[in-house]
Nanobody, 125 residues
Framework: QVQLVESGGGLVQAGGSLRLSCAASGRTASVYAMGWFRQAPGKERDLVAAISWNTGSTYYGDSVKGRFTISRDNAKNTVYLQMNSLKPEDTAVYYC??????????????????WGQGTQVTVSS
């Protein structure tokens, strides 16, 4: 079993920055990817960014390219999402997720095996 614990959400003004963290514990697969999804009220849960734990290859959704950066710290089993130039439309609950395998551009939520509890990000205009 794998546990994912997110932190770092909060309230920020438009143009500001936040960094989310997700610490993984438990028995992960030897090859896996971690990602960040977000879900706004009344909308689907969308993949924002993902990273291969083994190769470091990344994926970004079109709406966050150039503003968000995903990274990992292998020693701490932690993945980060640095969010810059935040916009009100970035407001959502952000979820950390983990799936076995090398592929990172997996937008289908049912293909991600483990999820964190979610952390709220609110961007005021």
């Amino acid at each position: 079993q794998v546990q994912l614990v997110e932190s770092g959400g909060g309230l920020v003004q438009a143009g500001g920055s936040l960094r989310l963290s997700c610490a993984a514990s438990g028995r992960t697969a030897s090859v896996y990817a971690m990602g960040w999804f977000r879900q706004a009220p009344g909308k689907e849960r969308d993949l924002v960014a993902a990273i291969s734990w083994n190769t470091g290859s990344t994926y970004y959704g079109d709406s966050v390219k150039g503003r968000f950066t995903i990274s990992r710290d292998n020693a701490k089993n932690t993945v980060y999402l640095q969010m810059n130039s935040l916009k009100p439309e970035d407001t959502a609950v952000y979820y950390c997720a983990l799936r076995p395998g090398l592929t990172v551009a997996v937008t289908t939520t049912r293909l991600w095996n483990y999820w964190g509890q979610g952390t709220q990000v609110t961007v005021s205009s």
